[in-house]
């Protein structure tokens, strides 16, 4: 394939110069495009170029040949304007490229072309190398390729054979080319290609542009070095008197600064002269660009001299690479980050993973991404944070192993990740010496406090990190101001623009620290003691939020803390402190509950199997647990769960418990059709009405419009759903708000009042949606559901059951399944033949079993019958019959 890529010399000045006359001008500068394009059986690539340029394909490079030629003809003999006389620049060039999406291109034959072009000036047509041997015997009549020699193109990589391509109806002489070899500089030949960086290197430049010192800053291994050379690559000709590097990362004598310097410029000592000011002399009239890489270890001798050359020098721009910001003022700092991670939905494609595939296939040539290997690519990138260096040190594993084995042997990523290349700097040779190199520049304060920051898991807040980072001789006042010099250092990260700034670790960061941390006799577990503390005062402090008005506000926090809720609970089994887990996951228990219920139990069982805790405590935690197990379809341990945890509650003199200890005893004497479910209830309404309490309130009111709508009394049901959605507006929790709307909606469909139940249905969702409560979104979208089927549309009927079934199944919400499925039942039963509707009925049956939901199990039997008899199973219809019977045989009335 070969591309041609081009643009307009001097386009900004035009469009400064003549804006509305150049709207005209482009307009037909593309059509121009398209025409020559298709009439040389080119294609031109969507949504690539940027400003007045343009990308095309070719699949001979005679075409293309052919198609420059012809073009430039066109735009010589246009009629533009009176002012503007456009002068195009094109370049030529042929390989192999990736294609990203249909009609669009990516890789390093497109990167080198636009390299290429950027030597040109207007109206000149460069051709590659590898063009110019596919063409040399194929060139349009009258054109020939004069050779312009080698030329070292701006992606710093291999000189590339430069020829210019001539006819008699084009310009033939021109200036020389804009190559690195025009201008003086040291920048060194890189022997690997620059991948990605697209962003950092329009953000970097920008800020060049603007201001005369500029820091880059990152972790160690993050590229900074990289971008800082490609940046001044692509800066030479604002530069005209030089740009030149200056690698700081061998010198250990703050002394020989000023020497480095000199050395690196070509200047040299002047004798009774000081360094300093011979080079402020040198550059006192120059426009020249300093790269002073690696200085984080000689802070104080860079910003000396930074600040006296800036001062005295008004043509010197300054670019400095550093793992914090060097602290001179006018300084503008550039964080880089790590390279791009692939999306949890996408393919794979990103530049962490690039850089994977481009640097293995050095070292396996026949390395390419495939379906195979893509997911252990994805899965080291992520892991290693997008680090350039790791990822690098990564794929030279390729040589012997497999991407999935080194997937596998990340756990030990120092021990794998080594052996980096001879030539390289000692602390680029492996990852854990990268590290080394940062950590040594610590103070002994900043040490322990990155090492006590090992214990979080995924973010932290500052509040979080005052308790866990103080002792010994850090009080919590410091941290603030420690946590900030890390950050500096760029070993660790700030997250969001939320309210409230949070932090992280990198995974690579937090392996090196956790081993420090270990190190320490006792001083691992006195930060997870620490850690452990702070989150149960925390669920404390959330308890009572989760149920009122701030729900939203603190599910969000404890969003963010998820993985620190875990770590917490994993200690607190880990170190024997049951109780200190039971007091977390009770606290927190309506935050599990959106989601987690599985997880919740399964944390929850080591602490409720020993019997920890105080009568209350455990009476409230069996509550919960029964609640959950319910969810789950776990009936058998809902039972004595609820039991138990009534009979603690009895015994302690307590009202609000008491009435959450009835409410819950209610539901369960409800699924199995007691005749106490009603008294059970009502006496708990009674005593937590009188007690202000809203959210069992709230919870038995729904129970006794359950009751109302097993009856068939859906007017009364209607009554109670409308006492509980008072309660829940009352208490401004949208979760209650959402899970009352979901039982007025059943309500009023079941009194056919079809458009009422169908807008309160929408709000639900929307309610819900606030809070990603999942069960009544899912139970509400089923009755959508049938709300559709009770309309005849049977396929959005589907289509919401459906809905409804991806929502609940992820998280095993049993109700949410078996609701799901019996609508979607009724409406397969309508759509085709009887028998399509069997297995929908079987599962919803085993989930409706599973939760003890005698009514909804009789009713779904009773379904499955009338299914049989239309099949011709009378037989089978009769026992069904006969079932569901069985199961009502005592009702609550």
Not at 212 to 228: D, I, N, W
Not at 286 to 308: I, K, Q, W
Not at 454 to 462: C, I, N, Q
Request: charged content about 25%; proline content about 4%.
């Amino acid at each position: 394939m070969t591309f041609v890529l081009a643009d307009v010399e001097g386009s900004t000045r035009l469009w400064e110069a003549h804006p509305e006359a150049m709207k005209s001008v482009v307009g037909r500068l593309n059509a121009v495009i398209d025409e020559t394009v298709d009439a040389h059986s080119g294609v031109r690539p969507v949504e690539q170029g940027e400003g007045d340029s343009f990308v095309a394909a070719f699949s001979r490079a005679s075409d293309a040949v052919s198609f420059a030629v012809d073009f430039q003809r066109r735009i010589a003999s246009e009629p533009w304007p009176d002012g503007i006389d456009l002068a195009v620049r094109i370049a030529l060039h042929s390989g192999e490229p990736h294609l990203r999406d249909e009609g669009n291109y990516m890789g390093e034959v497109l990167n080198r072309c636009a390299r290429l072009r950027a030597l040109a000036h207007g109206g000149q047509v460069l051709v590659s190398g590898a063009t110019a041997d596919l063409v040399i015997d194929h060139l349009p009549d009258g054109a020939f390729l004069k050779d312009l020699g080698l030329h070292r193109l701006r992606d710093l990589t291999r000189a590339e054979r430069v020829g210019q391509l001539c006819h008699p109806d084009l310009t033939a002489t021109f200036p020389p080319l804009r190559s690195l070899d025009r201008l003086p500089n040291n920048l060194p030949l890189q022997l690997t290609t620059f991948v990605g960086r697209g962003d950092e290197m329009i953000g970097s430049a920008r800020l060049l542009a603007a201001n005369r010192m500029v820091t880059l800053t990152g972790a160690g291994g993050a590229g900074k070095t990289r971008l800082a050379v490609q940046l001044a690559a692509e800066r030479l000709e604002d530069h005209p008197d030089g740009v030149w590097l200056v690698d700081l990362a061998p010198v250990s004598d703050a002394a020989r600064v000023a020497a480095v310097v000199a050395g690196a410029m070509g200047v040299s000592e002047v004798p009774s002269e000081a360094l300093a000011d011979t080079l402020v002399r040198e550059l006192r009239d120059a426009r020249v660009l300093v790269v002073l890489d690696n200085c984080e270890h000689l802070l104080d001798a860079c910003v000396g001299l930074t600040e006296r050359l800036l001062r005295s020098c008004p043509g010197l721009t300054i670019l400095a690479t550093s793992r914090e910001p060097l602290g001179v003022e006018g300084e503008a700092s550039y964080r880089v980050p790590s390279l791009g991670l692939p999306a949890d939905d996408g393919d794979g494609s990103c530049e962490s993973v690039e850089l994977f595939v481009d640097r293995a296939a050095l070292v396996r040539p026949t390395f390419t991404l495939t379906h195979d290997n893509a997911s252990a690519v994805v899965e080291i990138c992520r892991r290693l944070d997008g680090i350039p260096l790791a990822i690098e040190l990564a794929a030279a594993r390729c040589r012997a192993l497999a991407p999935a084995q080194i997937a596998t042997q990340l756990s030990d990523r120092f021990g794998l990740l080594a052996g980096g290349r001879r030539a390289a700097l000692p602390r680029q040779r492996t990852l854990e010496a990268s590290v080394d190199w940062s950590y040594e520049l610590l103070t002994d304060d900043e040490r322990s406090v990155l090492s006590r920051l090992a214990v979080f898991a995924g973010g932290f807040s500052l509040e979080a990190a005052e308790v866990v980072c103080s002792g010994d001789s850090i009080e919590a006042w410091r941290v603030v101001d420690l946590l900030t010099s890390l950050v500096d250092k760029s070993l660790v990260q700030v997250e969001g623009d939320g309210p409230a700034t949070r932090f992280r670790l990198l995974e690579t960061i937090r392996h090196y620290a956790r081993a420090k941390l270990i190190a320490v006799d006792g001083e691992a577990a006195a930060a997870r003691d620490r850690h452990l503390g702070f989150f149960v005062a925390l669920g404390e402090r959330a308890r009572v939020a989760l149920v009122g008005r701030d729900m939203v506000a603190w599910l969000s926090r404890l969003d963010d803390e998820i993985d620190n809720l875990r770590a917490a609970h994993d200690w607190a089994d880990e170190s024997g402190r049951l109780e200190a887990s039971l007091e977390l996951g009770e606290s927190l228990w309506v935050f599990w509950q959106r989601r987690y219920f599985g997880e919740w139990l399964e944390r929850m069982r080591p602490a409720l199997t020993a019997g920890v805790g105080d009568q209350p405590l455990r009476a409230r935690a069996l509550l919960a647990a029964a609640w959950m197990s319910w969810n789950v379809g776990d009936f058998d341990s809902a039972v004595p769960a609820a039991e138990e945890g009534s009979r603690i509650a009895a015994e302690v003199d307590d009202g609000p418990l008491l009435g959450h200890a009835l409410d819950v005893l209610g539901w369960q004497a409800l699924s199995l059709l007691e005749e106490r479910a009603d008294a059970l209830l009502e006496q708990a309404v009674e005593l937590l009405r009188a007690a202000g309490e809203h959210w069992f309130l709230a919870d038995a009111l729904w129970g006794l419009a359950a009751i109302a709508i097993y009856r068939g009394e859906h007017s009364t049901a209607c009554g109670w759903a409308i006492d509980a959605l008072a309660v829940s507006r009352e208490s401004g929790n949208p979760m209650l708000v959402a899970r009352s709307l979901m039982f007025l909606v059943i309500a009023r469909a079941n009194l056919g009042q079809f458009a009422d139940a169908e807008r309160l249905a929408l709000e639900a969702i929307d309610t819900a949606a606030l809070v990603q409560d999942e069960l009544p979104l899912a139970v509400t979208q089923a009755w959508l559901g049938w709300l559709a089927l009770a309309r005849g549309d049977i396929a959005t009927g589907l289509a919401l059951c459906d809905e409804a079934l991806a929502l609940s199944r992820p998280h095993n919400l049993a109700f949410g399944i078996a609701m799901a499925l019996w609508t979607r039942a009724r409406g397969e039963y309508r759509s085709s033949s009887p028998g399509a509707a069997v297995p929908s009925l079987e599962e919803a049956e085993v989930y409706l079993a599973a939760m003890g939901q005698a009514w909804a199990l009789a009713c779904c039997k009773a379904m499955a019958a009338e299914v049989a008899l239309a099949r011709g199973e009378t037989e089978n219809a009769g026992r069904l019959v006969d079932e569901g019977l069985a199961l009502v045989g005592s009702s609550p009335s």
